[in-house]
Structure formats: C-alpha cells, structure tokens
C-alpha cells in the first residue's frame, strides 16, 4: 500500500503489539495481512508460508488431491 511505502517500514522487526498499533493508526496496511498463531508470525501475502498455518493433514489431503489429478 501507499502508507507501506510511505511509511518504509521493517515488518519483520515489529513486535506484535507494534503491528497491531500500526494497524490501528493506519488500517489500510491490513491489506498486508498479519497471521499469527503460538509459535508462527507471517506478516505479508505469501502463499507458500501462510499455507504453513494450515494443519498438516488438510496440506496432506491437497497434496493427494492434486497428485490423483495428474496421475
């Protein structure tokens, strides 16, 4: 977004109460989105690594899925 750029910050370097403060202050940066659970911060659209926050057997079952299609 144009506050992202504007703003040239260090995501990765925020705590998580400081993103959440910035989200506050400028809400148009959650289109950035911030996913987080116990052990796992993502902050950005990746699709790889946000796949990382879905259960392994749900990954697993895609995988079958798709390997079915080429097979």
């Known amino acids: 977004s144009?506050?992202?750029?504007?703003?040239?910050?260090?995501?990765?370097?925020?705590?998580?109460?400081?993103?959440?403060?910035?989200v506050v202050k400028y809400p148009d940066l959650i289109k950035r989105p911030i996913i987080f659970d116990d052990?796992?911060?993502?902050?950005?659209?990746n699709e790889e690594e946000i796949r990382r926050f879905l259960p392994r057997s749900v990954r697993e079952a895609e995988l079958r899925e798709l390997e079915s299609q080429i097979s």
Do not use: A, C, M, P
């Open 39 to 45: 052990h796992r911060l993502e902050v950005g659209f």
């Open 2 to 22: 144009n506050i992202y750029k504007k703003l040239n910050l260090d995501l990765d370097n925020l705590t998580v109460s400081q993103l959440v403060d910035l």
